[in-house]
């Protein structure tokens, strides 16, 4: 027997763990793509080689405003789903194991413990949130221009085109650390992960239990669970 089917054998063998609800991959594919068109968008606006490649600069500008408008969408609608709101508090809660990881990452050393989502993914989805926030207000003081008066928008202007350079470049940080870790990929794919990768990667989560968000280090109650 060849050794390929006998690793796909193995992988197949290895026990999983849920992660990820349908819902939650909906919520983080439709939020994925519609930052792409607002990025693609705004590379075709600002960017004279690409501009003049495209053309339709009209269509852009009406692909970036709309995809910008409707980013918050797809979490409002998630917003229903139980298993998403619990894992929006265990983003919201940041803890004593919190701060050790990030030391660890800092000294490049030393345990790294984290829950459902460690501190580095915490602080991403923090800075995101309120980064879309400030897109979408400067965004509407450029678009409707009777809203404000002109230094406003001005400076709306200044802080929109400097947050979206960070913005790209946090996100393309985002899209490298996934592209590392492929079993993070296939567990928001498919919706689970290998309990290997589990221990290894998230040792104080424990799968299958604080889906109300009450239970775990990151949990409502704010507790550090066990490993």
Excluded at 77 to 95: E, H, I, P
Excluded at 126 to 145: D, E, H, K, R
Excluded at 197 to 202: L, P, Q, V
Aim: glycine share 10%; hydrophobic share 45%.
């Amino acid at each position: 027997m060849s050794p390929r089917p006998e690793s796909a054998a193995a992988a197949a063998d290895r026990p999983r763990v849920p992660r990820f609800t349908r819902a939650e991959h909906r919520v983080h594919r439709a939020t994925g793509a519609l930052m792409a068109v607002c990025v693609a968008t705004a590379a075709c606006l600002y960017l004279p080689f690409l501009a003049e490649l495209v053309g339709r600069r009209a269509l852009m500008v009406t692909l970036h405003e709309w995809s910008g408008i409707l980013l918050p969408v797809p979490l409002l609608f998630g917003l229903a789903s139980r298993a998403l709101r619990a894992d929006l508090t265990r983003l919201n809660r940041f803890g004593p194991h919190d701060r050790t990881w990030l030391r660890a990452v800092l000294r490049r050393r030393g345990a790294r413990p984290a829950g459902k989502f460690n501190a580095g993914q915490k602080l991403y989805a923090a800075w995101l949130a309120g980064a879309v926030l400030v897109m979408t207000g400067t965004g509407l003081l450029m678009w409707f221009t009777h809203l404000a008066p002109l230094v406003w928008r001005t400076g709306a202007t200044f802080v929109h085109d400097w947050l979206a350079l960070s913005l790209l470049i946090v996100i393309g940080g985002h899209v490298w650390m996934a592209y590392r870790d492929p079993e993070s990929r296939v567990g928001l794919r498919t919706g689970s992960v290998e309990a290997a990768w589990a221990r290894r990667e998230h040792p104080l989560w424990r799968p299958g239990e604080g889906a109300d968000g009450k239970r775990g280090p990151d949990g409502a109650d704010g507790k550090p669970g066990n490993p």
